[in-house]
């Protein structure tokens, strides 16, 4: 099936430890993008990649941190220097142009115990 | 400001009554407006994408309306379900950017 894979759909991590998120889609999608999802918030963009080996910082970066060395696969590690990782995280990707869809995975609830 | 607000914040309704939910917003340039499902715990879903010319656009029994001019969006559910229980977002693409402003949503309860 073709779609956008999010693992896991549930993380627990300790204060201080850095965790890394899995972001996978087989739409053969160039644009990849992290949103953090708050309580009472609209999404809101952590980082986004429009090609291989390229990303840009979106409106909350700082914490985190992304790779993309294929196409497929766009991880987030969320660092020990966010100072409030507990959320709800979302990747999304789409094709590059102004009227297309974005294609969202089902989550990852990051828990900082 | 970019912004995209949603009313109202939640909706309870029976099942089988028809609902609408509002959305205005200040982003500027436009490129266009879309309207996502997200069930609880899960990611958003897309129901409708409009462009600047387009005044309504459907989606089964979800119906979006377009008003460029005053910056307002609805989105109409006719014949609700319980499945249709969810959270309701709207969400406006600023022009030039690839940049997405989404507003907080409005949670949809449908009881039987």
């Known amino acids: 099936d073709g779609g956008i894979t999010q693992s896991p759909k549930y993380l627990f991590r300790k204060e201080g430890q850095n965790v890394t998120l899995s972001c996978e889609q087989n739409?053969?999608?160039?644009?990849m993008y992290w949103y953090r999802q708050d309580p009472g918030q609209g999404l809101r963009l952590i980082y986004y990649?429009?090609?291989?080996?390229?990303?840009q910082k979106g409106d909350i970066a700082e914490g985190y941190s992304v790779s993309r060395e294929k196409k497929e696969s766009f991880p987030l590690t969320v660092t020990s220097a966010q100072k409030n990782p507990t959320a709800f995280y979302l990747c999304a990707s789409s094709i590059e142009g102004r009227n297309t869809e974005a294609f969202f995975g089902q989550g990852t609830r990051l828990t900082v115990v | 400001k970019n912004q995209v607000e949603q009313s109202p914040q939640s909706l309870i309704i029976l099942e089988g009554k028809n609902c609408t939910l509002q959305c205005n917003y200040t982003v500027s340039p436009f490129s266009n407006l879309r309207w996502y499902k997200q069930d609880t715990g899960r990611g958003p879903v897309s129901l409708t994408i409009m462009t600047f010319s387009e005044n309504t656009k459907s989606n089964g029994r979800y119906t979006a309306t377009l008003d460029a001019d005053t910056k307002q969006s609805s989105l109409h559910i006719t014949a609700s379900q319980l499945s249709d229980s969810a959270s309701y977002i709207c969400?406006?693409?600023?022009?030039?950017?690839?940049?997405?402003?989404f507003g907080t949503g409005t949670l949809l309860a449908v009881q039987p």
């Open positions: 969400v406006v693409k600023r022009g030039a950017t690839n940049k997405l402003i």
């Open positions: 739409l053969n999608h160039d644009a």
């Open positions: 990649s429009q090609i291989v080996n390229d990303f």
